[in-house]
């Protein structure tokens, strides 16, 4: 089966690749691109360790095939901080011990900050059903969401 060329947007910068038509995006990230932040947890859209924001919606990349992303706009969490800065939602996770062996939390960042650019007051309620996609194994989901609520307040601009 022969590739198909793809021109795409990553974290704001112009992309070319060549996908094999049944490659999902998560391979295309990690084996073409070599952005390897986001992880294959199950292969099924249920872990959302995979989680990516395609055109501005948040989407579990192993879900998606790599030909499907022509001309459109993919975040992932290699795009969440800058070079020398962390995103708030990085370092909230950090502050709060909001993960253990890591595997799942480029997923809840990714996450985290596509619920904050949509809604930058959320309840605990709405964090924690935004999050119910995303699977930890290690934490406990307490720490994680205390830490995107932190990190709301803190973009908002209010004390914690």
Known sequence: MSKIHVTTKVNGDTVEFLADPRETLLDCLRDRLGLTGSKEGCGTGDCGACSVTLDGTLVCSCLVLGAEVQGREIGTIEGMGGDDTLHPLQRKFIEHAALQCGFCTPGF????????????????????????????????????????????????????
């Open 109 to 160: 960042l990714v996450a985290g900050k596509a619920l904050l650019e949509k809604n930058p007051n959320p309840t605990e309620e709405e964090v924690r059903y935004w999050l119910a996609g995303n699977l930890c194994r290690c934490t406990g989901y307490d720490k994680i969401v205390r830490a995107v609520m932190d990190a709301a307040a803190e973009m908002r601009g209010e004390a914690a």
